[in-house]
């Protein structure tokens, strides 16, 4: 895998570098939508963790609507489980331009983006958000099937882009 990390660091004219990785990318050059790993973690035991930057929108151009978001929160983490058992969490970004997908495991994008794919295609023909209500949430009427089914859509018309990440 490049070292993501230095690149930033040369384009953003020798930044220190950051303890969170996210930190030490240039958002000024990475090309949304995409899949990265923006993190991998040996445990002691031996046990691997990848994280992984889920970029829906171009950062610093476009973000998603909150309700989005929420909604796609709740979507993804349910009906990303039913493609692999790997998932031990997904959470979506400050920044609303995307989603950290945490798995167990030792995963390339390459093996990746097929289970994002079908749970986004699970997404596009749910009926509703799981769990959009106020007792399995905290703000249950926060919530919009329509505008994350059109994200969703969004994503993946753009499927062939997704390992393109542009650093």
């Given at each position: 895998m490049p070292d993501q990390t230095a690149d930033a660091e040369s384009a953003q004219g020798a930044q220190p570098r950051m303890n969170v990785e996210s930190f030490n990318l240039d958002h000024r050059v990475v090309k949304a939508p995409?899949?990265?790993i923006a993190d991998?973690?040996?445990?002691?035991g031996g046990d691997v963790l990848t994280k992984f930057d889920v970029r829906f929108t171009q950062p610093n151009?476009?973000?998603?609507?909150s309700e989005t978001v929420h909604s796609l929160?709740?979507?993804l983490?349910?009906?990303?489980?039913?493609h692999?058992?790997?998932v031990i969490d997904v959470s979506p970004m400050g920044c609303r331009t995307g989603f950290y997908a945490l798995l167990s495991g030792?995963?390339?994008?390459?093996?990746f983006a097929p289970v994002l794919e079908a749970t986004l295609r699970d997404l596009l023909a749910a009926t509703e958000v799981p769990a959009a209500n106020e007792v399995q949430c905290g703000w249950g009427a926060h919530h919009t099937l329509e505008g994350a089914q059109t994200a969703a859509r969004a994503f993946l018309d753009r499927r062939d882009e997704w390992?393109?990440?542009?650093?």
């Amino acid at each position: 895998m490049p070292d993501q990390t230095a690149d930033a660091e040369s384009a953003q004219g020798a930044q220190p570098r950051m303890n969170v990785e996210s930190f030490n990318l240039d958002h000024r050059v990475v090309k949304a939508p995409y899949i990265r790993i923006a993190d991998r973690k040996v445990l002691p035991g031996g046990d691997v963790l990848t994280k992984f930057d889920v970029r829906f929108t171009q950062p610093n151009v476009d973000h998603l609507e909150s309700e989005t978001v929420h909604s796609l929160e709740h979507l993804l983490a349910e009906h990303m489980r039913e493609h692999t058992g790997d998932v031990i969490d997904v959470s979506p970004m400050g920044c609303r331009t995307g989603f950290y997908a945490l798995l167990s495991g030792d995963h390339t994008p390459a093996q990746f983006a097929p289970v994002l794919e079908a749970t986004l295609r699970d997404l596009l023909a749910a009926t509703e958000v799981p769990a959009a209500n106020e007792v399995q949430c905290g703000w249950g009427a926060h919530h919009t099937l329509e505008g994350a089914q059109t994200a969703a859509r969004a994503f993946l018309d753009r499927r062939d882009e997704w390992e393109d990440v542009g650093v």
